[in-house]
Protein backbone atom coordinates (compact mmCIF):
# COMPACT_ATOMS: atom_id res chain seq x y z
CA UNK A 1 0.00 0.00 0.00
CA UNK A 2 3.11 2.21 0.70
CA UNK A 3 3.73 2.10 -2.99
CA UNK A 4 0.88 4.06 -4.41
CA UNK A 5 -0.77 1.00 -6.07
CA UNK A 6 -3.90 1.20 -5.21
CA UNK A 7 -4.47 5.06 -6.45
CA UNK A 8 -2.47 4.18 -9.45
CA UNK A 9 -5.71 2.68 -10.88
CA UNK A 10 -8.36 5.04 -9.80
CA UNK A 11 -7.13 8.29 -10.44
CA UNK A 12 -6.72 9.87 -13.67
CA UNK A 13 -3.43 12.02 -14.59
CA UNK A 14 -4.60 15.83 -14.79
CA UNK A 15 -5.18 16.87 -17.95
CA UNK A 16 -3.37 19.69 -19.34
CA UNK A 17 -4.16 22.54 -21.67
CA UNK A 18 -2.98 21.98 -25.39
CA UNK A 19 -0.39 24.28 -25.30
CA UNK A 20 -0.63 27.12 -28.11
CA UNK A 21 2.58 28.97 -29.70
CA UNK A 22 3.32 31.89 -27.67
CA UNK A 23 -0.32 31.29 -26.29
CA UNK A 24 -2.06 32.64 -29.38
CA UNK A 25 -5.26 32.07 -30.66
CA UNK A 26 -7.49 33.43 -33.33
CA UNK A 27 -10.42 31.60 -32.31
CA UNK A 28 -12.30 34.52 -30.76
CA UNK A 29 -11.73 36.80 -34.14
CA UNK A 30 -14.50 35.09 -35.61
CA UNK A 31 -15.73 35.35 -39.17
CA UNK A 32 -15.37 39.57 -40.52
CA UNK A 33 -13.37 40.51 -37.42
CA UNK A 34 -9.79 39.32 -38.22
CA UNK A 35 -9.44 40.40 -41.58
CA UNK A 36 -11.03 43.89 -40.63
CA UNK A 37 -8.53 44.00 -37.20
CA UNK A 38 -6.23 43.00 -39.45
CA UNK A 39 -7.38 45.57 -42.32
CA UNK A 40 -7.00 48.28 -39.42
CA UNK A 41 -3.24 47.60 -38.45
CA UNK A 42 -2.09 47.38 -42.18
CA UNK A 43 -3.62 50.47 -43.46
CA UNK A 44 -2.41 52.40 -39.89
CA UNK A 45 0.72 51.29 -41.01
CA UNK A 46 0.46 52.62 -44.32
CA UNK A 47 -0.73 55.97 -43.30
CA UNK A 48 1.93 56.38 -40.80
CA UNK A 49 4.63 55.01 -43.29
CA UNK A 50 3.01 57.40 -46.29
CA UNK A 51 3.36 60.56 -43.73
CA UNK A 52 7.00 59.63 -42.54
CA UNK A 53 7.96 59.79 -46.12
CA UNK A 54 7.12 63.57 -46.35
CA UNK A 55 10.18 65.82 -46.15
CA UNK A 56 8.79 68.96 -46.69
CA UNK A 57 5.44 70.52 -45.55
CA UNK A 58 4.17 74.38 -45.80
CA UNK A 59 1.65 74.17 -43.11
CA UNK A 60 3.34 71.53 -40.74
CA UNK A 61 0.90 71.53 -37.87
CA UNK A 62 -1.79 69.19 -39.67
CA UNK A 63 0.92 66.58 -40.43
CA UNK A 64 2.18 66.68 -37.06
CA UNK A 65 -1.01 65.88 -35.76
CA UNK A 66 -1.73 63.15 -38.77
CA UNK A 67 0.90 61.65 -37.38
CA UNK A 68 0.45 61.74 -33.69
CA UNK A 69 -2.84 59.82 -34.66
CA UNK A 70 -2.11 57.21 -37.22
CA UNK A 71 0.83 55.88 -35.15
CA UNK A 72 -1.60 55.78 -31.83
CA UNK A 73 -4.09 54.57 -34.15
CA UNK A 74 -1.58 51.47 -35.58
CA UNK A 75 -0.61 50.96 -31.71
CA UNK A 76 -3.68 51.03 -30.37
CA UNK A 77 -5.03 48.46 -33.20
CA UNK A 78 -2.18 46.30 -32.34
CA UNK A 79 -3.16 46.43 -28.89
CA UNK A 80 -6.64 45.23 -29.69
CA UNK A 81 -5.39 42.49 -31.31
CA UNK A 82 -2.75 41.31 -28.93
CA UNK A 83 -5.92 41.62 -26.27
CA UNK A 84 -8.14 39.34 -28.14
CA UNK A 85 -5.20 37.10 -29.44
CA UNK A 86 -3.78 35.95 -26.08
CA UNK A 87 -4.45 34.66 -22.79
CA UNK A 88 -5.28 38.83 -21.63
CA UNK A 89 -8.82 37.70 -23.03
CA UNK A 90 -9.64 35.40 -20.13
CA UNK A 91 -8.08 37.97 -17.41
CA UNK A 92 -10.42 40.27 -18.48
CA UNK A 93 -14.14 39.39 -19.03
CA UNK A 94 -15.68 38.75 -22.55
CA UNK A 95 -18.01 41.91 -21.67
CA UNK A 96 -15.26 44.11 -20.82
CA UNK A 97 -13.13 43.11 -23.73
CA UNK A 98 -16.15 43.93 -25.86
CA UNK A 99 -17.05 47.02 -24.49
CA UNK A 100 -13.47 48.61 -24.64
CA UNK A 101 -13.40 47.69 -27.96
CA UNK A 102 -16.67 49.57 -28.90
CA UNK A 103 -15.38 52.60 -27.68
CA UNK A 104 -12.05 52.25 -28.77
CA UNK A 105 -12.76 51.54 -32.16
CA UNK A 106 -15.50 54.56 -32.38
CA UNK A 107 -12.62 56.98 -30.91
CA UNK A 108 -9.77 56.01 -32.90
CA UNK A 109 -12.14 56.52 -36.35
CA UNK A 110 -13.42 59.82 -35.14
CA UNK A 111 -9.86 61.18 -34.41
CA UNK A 112 -8.09 59.06 -37.70
CA UNK A 113 -10.76 61.13 -39.70
CA UNK A 114 -10.65 64.29 -38.26
CA UNK A 115 -6.79 63.90 -38.80
CA UNK A 116 -7.43 62.69 -42.36
CA UNK A 117 -9.69 66.09 -42.68
CA UNK A 118 -7.24 68.30 -41.35
CA UNK A 119 -4.40 66.84 -43.47
CA UNK A 120 -6.34 67.24 -46.57
CA UNK A 121 -6.79 70.86 -45.94
CA UNK A 122 -3.26 71.95 -44.79
CA UNK A 123 -1.12 69.94 -47.31
CA UNK A 124 0.61 71.43 -49.37
CA UNK A 125 -0.30 68.51 -52.42
CA UNK A 126 2.82 67.09 -52.63
CA UNK A 127 2.66 63.41 -54.36
CA UNK A 128 3.41 61.33 -51.27
CA UNK A 129 1.26 63.28 -48.74
CA UNK A 130 -1.77 62.53 -51.06
CA UNK A 131 -1.16 58.91 -50.21
CA UNK A 132 -1.15 59.18 -46.70
CA UNK A 133 -4.46 61.03 -46.66
CA UNK A 134 -5.90 58.41 -48.59
CA UNK A 135 -4.54 55.58 -46.06
CA UNK A 136 -5.73 57.86 -43.21
CA UNK A 137 -9.33 58.24 -44.94
CA UNK A 138 -9.42 54.20 -45.52
CA UNK A 139 -8.42 53.32 -42.17
CA UNK A 140 -10.38 55.61 -40.62
CA UNK A 141 -13.19 54.13 -42.56
CA UNK A 142 -12.41 50.55 -41.45
CA UNK A 143 -12.84 51.85 -37.69
CA UNK A 144 -15.16 53.39 -38.28
CA UNK A 145 -17.04 50.43 -40.24
CA UNK A 146 -16.14 48.07 -37.53
CA UNK A 147 -17.94 50.39 -35.07
CA UNK A 148 -21.38 50.62 -36.64
CA UNK A 149 -21.33 46.65 -37.39
CA UNK A 150 -21.30 45.85 -33.81
CA UNK A 151 -23.10 48.87 -32.99
CA UNK A 152 -25.87 47.16 -34.59
CA UNK A 153 -24.95 43.66 -33.63
CA UNK A 154 -25.57 45.28 -30.06
CA UNK A 155 -28.67 46.70 -30.50
CA UNK A 156 -30.10 43.38 -32.29
CA UNK A 157 -29.03 41.55 -29.81
CA UNK A 158 -31.05 43.95 -27.03
CA UNK A 159 -34.21 43.82 -29.46
CA UNK A 160 -33.88 39.80 -29.24
CA UNK A 161 -33.25 39.47 -25.81
CA UNK A 162 -36.18 41.43 -24.34
CA UNK A 163 -38.90 39.97 -22.36
CA UNK A 164 -41.63 38.59 -23.66
CA UNK A 165 -43.81 41.49 -21.77
CA UNK A 166 -42.42 44.44 -22.97
CA UNK A 167 -45.44 46.64 -22.15
CA UNK A 168 -45.80 45.43 -19.02
CA UNK A 169 -49.35 44.72 -19.30
CA UNK A 170 -51.28 44.01 -16.51
CA UNK A 171 -52.95 41.15 -17.59
CA UNK A 172 -49.40 38.79 -17.71
CA UNK A 173 -48.89 36.35 -15.41
CA UNK A 174 -45.48 37.73 -14.00
CA UNK A 175 -47.68 40.77 -12.94
CA UNK A 176 -50.46 38.68 -10.92
CA UNK A 177 -49.55 38.65 -6.97
CA UNK A 178 -48.31 35.16 -6.08
CA UNK A 179 -50.59 35.09 -2.63
CA UNK A 180 -53.52 36.33 -4.11
CA UNK A 181 -55.70 37.96 -1.55
CA UNK A 182 -59.53 37.52 -1.93
Known sequence: MESGAVY????????????????????????????????????????????????????????????????????LSLLILCVYCTQVYETFSEDKVQKMNFWAVLAIGVFFLLASVVLAATSSGTAVEKPACVFGFLASGAFLAEFIVEYFHSRKQNVDGCPENPANTQCATENQPLNKQS
Open 8 to 75: RATTEPQVKAPRRPLGCTARRLWGWRLPLKALQAILSLMAVICEEIVQFCIKCEGLYFFEFTSFSAFL
